[in-house]
């Protein structure tokens, strides 16, 4: 049985990340979108308080909760206290799944406030895969862990990234929230071919898509959420479709917040894309 | 379940990169850089140190940035240099320690009373508290609501008996200066002493500042320590003037009213 199948992983279709300036547009009827997926942790200052914010939002559409601070490949424990507010906030909300990235953000108790690539070894791949199993143990839901873009690379690695992505993933048992525009980066910063990555994933367990813009830097490039998605993501997400089954997908764009118009039109636009994908593909 | 034991290697390399992390400027920044060939590889285009800067460079701006939302009036008062100089002293000695930059300042107060010791000290402690204040109105619990809704006849006899919790979002303050009328002024000096007496408090997502009376701060504070009702009330009229003894008899009801219409008391 697949991942997909024993957690009964719905195919939610195309969504957005709820963003302040959209609130009014997503409250009109019949807005376009069909599922949120919202930063946990904004919802968690308060002793889950604030999440009664999203009460208007959660009458109208599935919201799935997407963290950024479990910081599961850190040396520190996984923080009890956080968990135990993230499993009420998930709890209220009741999505098909949550998420957090691949990655750490922490170290000895004090938070780096950015998500840092980890080195891609057995040991590590197993410590990490222990910290999800505890994570989904204590929350009791199905989660996906995102791959992060990344801008260095270990000497102690052993591995390339998408192994190590695809061993995480089979040791916990989660799935994976796959971040196009991030494999996309990474592969311009080190100099891989980011469908040599995509192809090497469990096609099982790929259970959502993040799209997003990024910046050419020249010598580099920086995942920047704040621009519109490039070409070449578009081209990699349209190669990338055909290879796994119904996969829900969203935009995320977190800074330069355009109209709701314009994120939506992009949101559609990576909707034909993915229809097209899966007509092309059956062709 | 018990959580696993991490390699030596994150260790090793969690321990050096927050070290270099969190070290403000080029010097401290130094000797953690010179050990980036020890840890990462470098790119047909970039070497290992230029990789591993776009990480460090990354971090002070956020903290900052964050903090500068925060505390926009102290950031005005001490200059964008000395705001940015202050800050990041403060982030050297009480790096972040929670999952969310709302609670970037939780000691900043304190690190304030610790090391500023200009003439402006008063002014400028006020006004980070001041400031403090109504951003942590802005994100803390909200719990559910005292309400005489509810309660039996007998109960309601006894509120005089009760002992009141205050939202955690409350806050009770009392400041040498007038800071609303300073911002409102949009002065970058200094204003003269004039003793204010603030509830600050948020009402469904908006906070709102109110000035309230010396006798009203009085009673609250009381209330906030501890007392019941009927004692804060008494300790508030042994030390009110006489002035205010007038206003807290004939205004106590309308308080009391409006404590329970915004909600400030938890059930």
């Given amino acids: ?283 | 379940m018990p959580q696993p034991d991490p390699p030596q290697l994150l260790q090793d390399v969690q321990a050096w990169f927050s070290r270099l992390r969190f070290a403000a400027n080029a010097e401290s920044q130094a000797q953690w850089m010179d050990q980036a060939d020890q840890f990462l590889t470098a790119s047909t285009t970039m070497s290992a140190r230029e990789r591993l800067d776009v990480y460090v460079t990354d971090y002070w701006p956020r903290c900052l940035d964050s903090l500068a939302d925060d505390f926009p009036h102290l950031r005005r008062f001490l200059g964008e240099r000395d705001f940015s100089n202050w800050m990041i002293r403060y982030l050297e000695s009480c790096p972040s320690r929670s999952y969310s930059l709302y609670y970037l300042p939780t000691q900043l107060p304190q690190f304030f009373d610790e090391n500023y010791h200009h003439a402006d000290r008063a002014f400028v402690l006020g006004l980070l508290r001041y400031e403090w204040a109504v951003a942590q109105a802005g994100f803390v619990a909200q719990k559910p609501a005292f309400s005489t809704q509810g309660l039996s006849e007998s109960e309601k006899q006894s509120l005089a008996s009760r002992r009141f919790t205050f939202q955690p979002h409350v806050f009770i303050e009392k400041f040498d200066y007038d800071f609303q009328l300073w911002i409102d002024k949009g002065t970058a000096k200094k204003t003269k002493k004039s003793q204010t007496h603030l509830l600050i408090f948020r009402v469904a997502a908006e906070v709102k500042i109110t000035v309230i009376s010396a006798v009203q701060w009085q009673l609250y504070t009381y209330l906030k320590q501890g007392s019941t009702l009927a004692t804060a009330i008494e300790l508030a009229i042994k030390s009110a003037p006489e002035n205010d003894l007038i206003a807290l008899e004939t205004q106590l009801s309308t308080w009391m009213s409006e404590a329970m219409q915004f909600g400030i008391w938890v059930a």
């Avoid at chain 1, 968690?44 to 599935?62: A, C, I, K, N, W």
């Avoid at chain 1, 330069?256 to 993915?274: C, G, S, V």
């Fill in chain 1, 1 to 283: 049985m697949t991942f997909k199948s024993r957690y009964h992983i719905p195919y939610l279709g195309a969504g957005l990340g709820l963003r302040a300036p959209h609130y009014p547009d997503l409250l009109q009827p019949n807005a376009g979108v069909s599922w949120l997926e919202v930063i946990s942790e904004n919802f968690m200052l308060d002793g889950t308080q604030s999440v009664h914010r999203l009460d208007p939002f959660l009458e109208r559409y599935p919201i799935i909760p997407h963290g950024v601070s479990l910081s599961l490949g850190s040396v520190d424990a996984l923080d009890k206290s956080y968990l135990k507010t993230l499993k009420k906030v998930i709890n209220y909300l009741n999505p098909p799944w949550f998420s957090d990235h691949l990655c750490w953000a922490g170290y000895g108790g004090a938070h780096l406030h950015n998500l840092l690539p980890l080195p891609y070894t057995a040991d590590i791949a197993a410590y990490v895969a222990d910290k999800i199993r505890y994570v989904q143990d204590e929350i009791g839901r199905p989660f996906l862990i995102e791959n992060v873009s990344s801008y260095v690379e270990y000497l102690d690695s052993q591995m390339p990234e998408w192994e190590f992505y695809a061993m995480v993933a089979e040791k916990a048992d989660c799935g994976l929230l796959l971040d196009v525009n991030n494999v996309y980066v990474s592969a311009r910063n080190h100099q891989f071919d980011p469908m040599t990555y995509i192809t090497a994933l469990p096609q099982d367990r790929v259970v959502q898509y993040h799209i997003a813009g990024h910046l050419d830097k020249g010598t580099f490039v920086l995942d920047s959420h704040d621009h519109p998605v490039r070409d070449e993501v578009w081209a990699l997400f349209a190669q990338t479709v055909p290879l796994f089954g119904d996969v829900s997908l969203m935009i995320e764009r977190d800074d330069h917040i355009p109209p709701f118009a314009e994120l939506k039109a992009e949101m559609d636009h990576a909707q034909e894309i993915y229809t097209q994908a899966k007509v092309s593909a059956t062709a």
